[in-house]
């Protein structure tokens, strides 16, 4: 089973007699993961959160990653995110598999295809030093099927620039802030909107920025309501976040 949606077509399939409880067990009896030696896929990962399992490409070897997603798409997995991946490497994985790689953020998209994209999230950036970190939650975002709005460059020491984006910010379902420095632009945008933020702190700044912690502390400390914060650098985690929180039923198209 590919997805949520293959199972209940397979359920109906058993309700409507169609399809007899044999066959639905024999379909359903595939391994909910697929044991490669170096790692043990979670093929069942799509059906129980809605999207497959990520790849994350710092410490692996191209033939794993290659190994790893080939066993996803035969299973029938698209737009597999493999984060943190370098441009050598990508090259080799590219070989072995459709690849759609961007080496700014260094992220990759396996067996890309498209899909509809729903909602309105919103990538907003302190300043251009942030765009890697904020192109992997945006781009992470857009492969689970989201619409996404970037605006960046929009950091508090110009709050004018912000205040110039302010209908796409009081559309979005969800925004992600990502900022390092003193990482004030969280609170900002949360002082602004009615929906959640996602604060990202990054390691951009200077020495007593800690590598991102005083952002970092900066964004927790927020007095703002609804910011929650994700990990130094965690594009990936904000972007996923924010497509659980953009694809909640319920919420306008």
Do not use: W
Request: negative net charge.
């Amino acid at each position: 089973m590919d997805n949520k949606q293959d199972v209940l077509a397979l359920l109906r399939g058993v309700a409507d007699g169609s399809i007899t409880p044999e066959q639905a067990a024999l379909e359903l009896k595939r391994s909910p993961f697929e044991n490669l030696g170096y790692a043990r896929v979670d093929t069942h990962r799509t059906v129980r959160q809605g999207a497959s399992e990520v790849i994350y490409g710092a410490g692996k070897t191209a033939q794993q990653i290659g190994g790893i997603a080939t066993s996803m798409m035969e299973n029938g997995s698209h737009n597999i995110l493999v984060t943190r991946l370098d441009e050598e490497k990508a090259a080799q994985v590219a070989q072995m598999v459709p690849l759609d790689y961007h080496p700014l953020p260094r992220l990759g998209i396996i067996n890309p295809k498209p899909h509809p994209m729903v909602g309105s999230i919103v990538v907003a950036t302190g300043g251009t030093s942030d765009m890697a970190v904020a192109e992997e939650a945006a781009l992470t975002a857009e492969a689970l099927g989201n619409r996404v709005t970037r605006i960046y460059d929009v950091g508090v020491a110009g709050l004018h620039r912000l205040l110039a984006s302010l209908d796409e910010l009081m559309q979005a379902r969800v925004v992600i802030a990502v900022a390092g420095m003193e990482g004030a632009l969280a609170s900002v945008v949360g002082g602004l909107v009615d929906c959640p933020v996602i604060a990202v702190p990054t390691s951009v700044g200077y020495g007593a920025s800690f590598g991102g912690l005083a952002a970092l502390l900066a964004m927790l400390n927020s007095c703002a309501s609804g910011c929650s914060v994700v990990n130094i650098d965690n594009g990936f985690g904000a972007g996923f976040l924010a497509s659980r929180i953009n694809q909640m039923e319920g919420l306008p198209q």
